[in-house]
């Protein structure tokens, strides 16, 4: 595409181009398509089933609404409760399980007998089935009679706590940090073990104390492993649904909860379809709101922290 | 429903187009036979019958059986979504009088009375009156019971003798907390009382229901005014919640009525307020340690002379099932004279599913192994009158739920605030108020359509 | 967008080159005390840690009688009775679901991911970001909220209770994740060789599937275990899109939800016959697994 054609006419090198822009889209095509048709339209038609009056339990009262949905999500103290469920049980689950994950890939980060045993061991709950991590927790673990934890805690006074109907969010997050952590820890594992050797020796020969090498020189090179962990961690733990489901039934009361289980209840449950649908959408708008401002901020602390390694 | 969406038209061409397939996928063969899909509630009844398939199935070739099988909540919540959207996934499904009249009110279920007519020695007229009526829809049966129930109190004569207590004739609920109290002894892990917490109009409702009848509490007046902060309402809700908290067993919040169930059969309570249905596990030495040590007495009254409900699980065959017939002949094998025969002599007496057939309680057997709670079930069951809850005129009928299908939500809101209570999350009042608030927005769609 | 940034290694960073360590000059003794401490504190944390897990494993072996307890017991007769109940009642229908809504869906993630994360990486389209983002994005949709249009959808084409409507639904859940960790294994394949192959006049396929999957298959194989892992564990679509003859093992589990107190040792056997299949795969292919999470920052 140099001088020697610079006679050919424009618009065939064009269509080239075009063509050839073409050739290397087709292959994201099906994938594209694919995530549009099966996530898209199916919000589209909870769109429109949002501006409509819509109990099942009443075949016929299907009529057109508009706002009135919206309005009733807005003042309905339940959703509100549930959204700062959501919020405070997603920072909870997330940030904790990563100081712990950073703690345990600490520890595993050098040669000792057994490593890979304790490795193993230590990324089992992350592979158990959720479903059954919840029941374990609920039953075995913090039954207020036989639970494992009610036992450990007796020196304590703490014997016959009824976890489950006392502390529901506690007892959730509890189940969800353990679940999550082995996830944090690999991923900051693998953070670590790309840090280089010479990087640390430099510090010890520099006379840095354990705790400054932590923080002066290990926690900036792990921020883009810590970051991917709480990006993708908030991802499927905002969405938890099976472990309320499973625990606490979002009881007592409405206590524990969560977005995903009180408009699961407002749907399977209450049947009103139209207020249901209008929930949806406000948590999908929410969603994206935040999830934009945390990835831009994400990105720009990223950058300016490349910039201070470099 | 019956509205068709172009936007679905193209989600589903998309995703067929997509998934390369024609959806051949994992669905029954069907060549040699039919396969039954039924939806049941995993209660112990119907755990046996889930046992007890092979025999359906070697009387009828051809004809084979999947249950699925869901705790009260989650089943209903599938059951109801599947019918109400014609989902088709299920070819009999298990109901109760709650939605019975209702559903085929709208035509969702398949009018039973010509099978049943047609079908010797299907005996309806011995379905117990008050529960043929309740699954009647101008005058026929939409769906036949499995089981019928009331609720009664069981308590452990044993730990009464040993406390030197006795359970009068006719419990009042005073009298019923006062023993709770006595009784209580958390030292040796065992209740005063256990009643149900969980929240779920199914769950906590059902017996705070009854409570509330016999208190001369009230969901709405005749007028749809909703009743839930009216003084009577209270009383019965401060009652019922202090009463589990103080002398309740540990973790009520939630508790349903498998669990209640569980632990009273385990003998970690004294008393045991709820459905008559248990004495097929209370009853029953393979899942019980206190077979034989109950004493049953009817429900406890305050105001009313009557403090039961009336329930029952039934079967019913969606509209849209394409096995009609086949699910017939199974709701016919699990509702006759001959299965209770069958249970009782496979599992024995204790277990077979009580309540729905009156010639159940001449079976010389059955009153031998059900001596101690036949005649207080029977007569819990008889003298429910759904149409007449409580002491005071209603605009709804039912009486563990109010008959009206906007109940499943507001149940369900109502039960949450009654079981945050119960777990000491809210008091009482909050809960009625919130509670009243959500009942009156229900009342007055009803106000609106009244005029 | 963060896409690249988050997911590229440093490349200031040298790798993972480790030596033995190195000698020091510090006293022997007070290092190998210190270090048999910190390992056997290690080693009790772990233990601790996991300790629910396998007190799940115990109980699975005990008689109910022995499973609630108070104290808990530790010693017992164990026995296989649990495990015998659990296969006999119709366990295996769900398990032989879950593997077919998993390694299908798993497939087809891979058939749509490899040549989409190929388009995103090799010669970006204009808005790579955008479409990054709008993959990543779907993933933060709440599936509760299109719950009801999926019901209806599969009601009106007779898909309900059917496996492949989960196999596709699980493909659209993991495919952005896929896309993501697949377009970083990418940007890792030196640019020589594709060019080096463009050139020979090799067509897309073949550059795909001959140049490109070899030095890909560990990514790929990383991509596949996060997906057949999270396929595997999904349970709110099975749950309301199956009935009997597609439910999958996590719908199993749901029975257990009231059995408190009388069937621990059954739901033990249960909850540790459901994860067994993915607690192997995922012991056994922990490089992948770390490779798949860090999206391929690390070898």
Redesign the interface.
């Known amino acids: 595409m140099s001088a020697a054609t610079g006679t050919a006419p424009a618009p065939r090198a064009r269509a080239a181009e075009r063509a050839q ?1 073409w ?6 095509l ?6 549009v ?10 769109v ?2 949002s501006l409509q009056s819509w ?5 016929g009262s ?1 009529t057109f609404v508009g706002p009135a949905n919206y309005l009733a999500v807005f003042t309905d ?2 959703f509100l409760g549930a959204a700062s469920n959501t919020v405070l049980f997603t920072a909870a689950c997330v940030l904790v399980s990563m100081a712990l994950g950073v703690g ?1 890939a600490m ?2 980060d ?5 490593r890979g045993v ?15 991590t919840a ?7 913090f ?4 639970g ?1 934890v009610g ?1 450990v805690l007796t020196p304590f006074g703490l014997g ?1 706590v ?1 976890w ?3 502390y529901p969010l506690v007892s959730v997050v509890t189940a969800m940090v ?1 679940q999550w ?1 082995p ?1 944090m820890m ?2 900051v ?3 670590l ?7 640390i ?1 430099a510090g ?1 020969v520099d006379g840095a104390s354990r705790w400054q090498m932590f923080v002066g020189i290990t926690l900036p ?1 792990l921020r ?2 810590i ?2 962990g709480v ?2 961690g908030s ?1 499927y733990v ?2 938890t ?2 472990t309320i ?2 625990m ?8 524990s909860a969560n ?2 289980f009180y ?11 139209g207020q ?2 209008a ?3 406000v ?2 708008v929410g ?2 709101i935040v ?1 934009t401002l945390a ?1 831009r901020l ?2 720009r602390s ?2 300016s922290a ?1 910039e201070g ?2 | 429903m019956r509205t068709t969406l172009p936007p679905l038209a193209a989600l589903c061409t998309g995703t067929l187009l997509l998934s390369g397939c024609a959806g051949a996928g994992a669905l029954p063969a069907g060549t040699d036979g039919t396969t039954l899909v039924i939806a049941i509630v995993a209660n112990p009844q119907m755990q046996d019958a889930v046992s007890l398939q092979s025999e359906f199935e070697a009387e009828n070739p051809g004809v084979s059986v999947k249950f699925v099988s869901l705790p009260e909540n989650e089943a209903r919540a599938k059951i109801t979504t599947s019918i109400a959207t014609g989902g088709g996934e299920f070819d009999a499904v298990m109901i109760s009088n709650y939605e019975t009249r209702q559903w085929a009110g709208y035509g969702w279920l398949e009018n039973l009375q010509p099978y049943i007519d047609a079908t010797d020695g299907y005996d309806d007229a011995d379905f117990i009156p008050s529960i043929r009526e309740d699954l009647s829809h101008e005058g026929d049966m939409y769906s036949v019971p499995f089981y019928g129930e009331s609720s009664f109190l069981a308590y452990r004569t044993d730990l009464f003798e040993e406390a030197g207590l006795e359970m009068p004739e006719n419990p009042t609920w005073d009298e019923v907390a006062e023993l709770a109290a006595e009784l209580d002894d958390p030292e040796a892990g065992v209740a005063g009382v256990c009643l149900r917490g969980l929240a779920g109009w199914g769950e906590v409702l059902a017996p705070f229901n009854s409570l509330l009848n016999t208190f001369g509490g009230r969901w709405y007046d005749e007028d749809w005014n909703a009743q839930l902060d009216s003084p009577e309402f209270r009383e019965a809700a401060g009652f019922y919640v202090d009463l589990v908290r103080e002398h309740g067993q540990a973790g009520a919040a939630n508790s349903g009525f498998g669990d209640c169930l569980n632990r009273y059969s385990q003998g970690r309570a004294a008393m045991f307020y709820d459905s008559t249905s248990m004495v097929s596990t209370v009853e029953d030495p393979d899942s019980s340690t206190v077979v034989g040590l109950s004493g049953y007495a009817p429900a406890p009254v305050a105001e009313s002379g009557y403090g039961g409900w009336l329930y029952t699980w039934s079967l019913g065959i969606p509209a849209t099932s394409e096995h009609k017939d086949e699910a017939w002949a199974f709701l016919s094998w699990m509702t006759d004279k001959d299965y209770i025969r069958t249970v009782g002599e496979e599992y024995g007496w204790q277990r077979v599913p009580p309540g729905n057939r009156l010639s159940t309680f001449e079976i010389p057997e059955y009153q031998e192994a059900a001596g101690a709670y036949a005649g207080p079930m029977l007569q819990g069951i008889e003298n429910a009158d759904p149409e007449n809850p409580g002491t005071r005129p209603v605009p709804y009928t039912g009486i563990g739920f109010l008959a009206i299908p906007e109940f499943q939500d507001l149940g369900t809101r109502v039960s949450q605030q009654l079981s945050a209570a119960i777990a000491g999350r809210v008091t009482v009042d909050e809960a009625l108020e919130q509670s009243q608030r959500y009942a009156q927005t229900v009342g007055d769609a009803y106000k609106e359509e009244d005029r | 967008m963060t896409a690249e940034a988050l997911v590229k290694p440093d490349a200031a960073a040298p790798r993972a080159t480790r030596a033995p360590a190195p000698p020091t000059a510090r006293p022997r003794r007070r290092g190998a005390v210190g270090a048999a401490a910190l390992t056997t504190a290690t080693w009790a944390i772990a233990l601790v840690f996991v300790s629910p897990a396998l007190w799940l494993a115990l109980t699975a072996f005990k008689q109910e009688g022995d499973a609630a307890t108070d104290p808990p017991k530790l010693f017992f007769e164990p026995t296989l009775d649990q495990f015998r109940t659990v296969l006999a009642s119709d366990f295996l229908p769900y398990l032989g679901n879950s593997l077919t809504a998993t390694l299908l869906s798993t497939l087809l993630v891979l058939l749509l991911g490899v040549p989409a994360a190929y388009a995103l990486s090799i010669r970006p389209v204009r808005r790579t970001q955008d479409v990054l983002f709008f993959f990543i994005s779907t993933k933060m949709l709440p599936v509760v909220a299109v719950v009801v249009p999926l019901y209806v959808a599969a009601a009106r084409l007779s898909m309900l209770d059917n496996i492949w409507t989960l196999v596709v639904l699980y493909t659209a859940m993991n495919l952005p994740i896929a896309v993501w960790m697949l377009r970083s294994f990418f940007l890792e394949v030196p640019r020589s060789i594709i060019e080096a192959a463009s050139m020979e006049g090799a067509g897309l396929p073949r550059v795909l599937w001959s140049v490109m999957l070899p030095v890909m298959a560990p990514g790929v194989a990383a991509t596949a275990l996060i997906c057949m892992i999270f396929s595997w564990n999904e349970f709110f679509l099975a749950v309301n899109l199956t009935a009997s003859q597609a439910a999958t093992v996590p719908v199993f589990m749901v029975g257990f939800i009231t059995s408190e107190g009388l069937f621990w040792a059954q739901l033990a056997a249960a909850a540790t016959l459901a994860s067994l299949p993915i607690v192997v795969i995922g012991w056994t292919a922990q490089r992948q697994l770390v490779r798949g999470l860090s999206m391929g920052a690390v070898k």
């Open positions: 822009g050739a290397l889209r087709a292959p994201l099906p994938a594209l398509v694919f995530t048709v099966v996530t898209q339209l199916p919000f589209l038609v909870t429109f089933y109990n099942l339990l009443r075949p299907r103290a339940q345990l520890l595993l050098r040669r000792f007998p057994g304790v490795r193993t061991l230590l990324i089992t709950p992350f592979l158990i089935i959720p479903v059954a029941l374990l927790w609920k039953t075995t673990m039954d207020p009679v036989f494992l036992f016959d009824d489950v109907s006392q353990w952590t996830f690999l991923l594992l693998a953070g073990q790309s840090q280089g050797r010479d990087v020796e010890q090179h883009r492993y970051e991917l990006l993708l991802i905002v969405n649904f099976d489901y499973m606490t039934q979002g009881g007592p009361g409405t206590a977005l995903p408009i699961y209840q407002r749907t399977f449950l209450g049947f009103d379809i249901s649908a929930m949806g959408v948590v999908v969603t994206i999830a990835l994400i990105f990223f950058m490349q390694i470099s």
